[in-house]
Each structure stands twice: as structure tokens, then as C-alpha cells.
């Protein structure tokens, strides 16, 4: 399976909005609607913000929403934060019982 | 509340295997399953696996077919992973997290194995 592409960072200042791409291919998040999407802070474990491509679990703030258009999702943080700082990936369901994560981009809040 | 405890950090030589473990509570074991997903250092996450608990059956990511075994027992609500002929770039930090309809929700502390000669 081949990674999915991500942006390797992205930067915002407090109060703007942002978006995250994770570009794919008709295997994968052309395919399906599932697509999720991890927030990790250093030397912690990744943490689920959206899932089903725009699904939100509980508790997680509603400035985070996902969308996606053809083989490509997107990631967007509306309303940045300083705590917003983190590393994000998406995750992409691949056929065949398997799944494949985009390479991750490094969200920096200016 | 839901829980995943991964063993301790290994170091092992070259052509070594390792096997790490998943003990979960806080739920009912058969009713999920379980990924595991690695992070070398500085680097992104990477999908190994998926073991559904309820069949017994495992499903690798196509670069870890032949190198890596998952395994459970249910009487102790522990998941196994096993990979084999290890080099220095299986080195990492393994999770394993708990599957809810295609994306994990809760996520183990992660082990850190170290190939080293």
C-alpha cells in the first residue's frame, strides 16, 4: 500500500482557519467514506477528531471538520488555537480489510 | 473506563523477533478489534494490521505478509503482535488500538522496541 500525501506542514495564526489535504487514489479514499483523521501530540498517542470522512466523535470540538472530494479528503481547523499544535493524519480504508495512513503534516499555530 | 496496556520496551539484535502485548479491559474484548500501527522515530504512523477478535482472524498490511503475527487470548483479553527478522528499521514505537467501524478510538501507551547489534 502507498502512502497517502499530505502536506508536510502547514502554519496558521490564532483565529484563522486551515485546511489539510490527504490525496489518494480510486483504491482507497476515492472508494470509500472512510476516512479518519488522528491529532498527535508529541510522545502521546494519536487521538481520532473526525471519522467517516466528516463524523465527529464526542467531544471533540466542532472547529474540526472533514469533508472530501474525489481522491482527495480534507481536514479542516476553523478557529485556530495555540493547543491546535500537533501533527496530523489521515487514515483511509484501502480495500480488501487493510488500511493506509497519509505520511502526517505538522500543524504550526504562529 | 477503556483501556489498553502494552508490555515494556524491548531492545533486540538484528534477525531477532519480538513479540509485544495488548491487555485491554474496560469493555467486552470480543466486541472489537484491535490495529496495530507503528512510528519510527521522527516518522509518520504506519498501518501493520488488524485482528478481529471475534473470528480469530488477522488481516497484515501487504509490506508485513510473512514477517508479522497477530494472536489473542481471549481468556486474558490480550492481543499479540509478532514480527520476525528484525532490522534496524523496525525500529519504532508499536500501538495497538481498539477498531470501532474503521477507526480506532482508544490507543495503548505504545512500546518501544529498538533493533540495536
Redesign the interface.
Known sequence: QVALTQPASVSGSPGQSITISCTGANSDVGSYNLVSWYQQNPGKAPQVIIYDVSQRPSGVSNRFSGSKSGNTASLTISGLQAEDEADYYCCSYAGRSTWVFGGGTRLTVL | QVQLLQSGAEVKKPGASVKVSCKASGYTFTSNGI?W?RQAPGQ????M??MSITTGYA?????FQGRVTMTTDTSTSTVYMELRSLTSDDTAVY?C?RN??????Y????TLVTVSS
Open positions: 490495529s500501527v509518520g504512523l504506519q498501518w494490521g488488524w488481516h497484515y498490511a501487504q509490506q500501538y488500538a470501532v467501524s474503521g477507526w480506532s478510538d490507543w495503548g501507551q505504545g
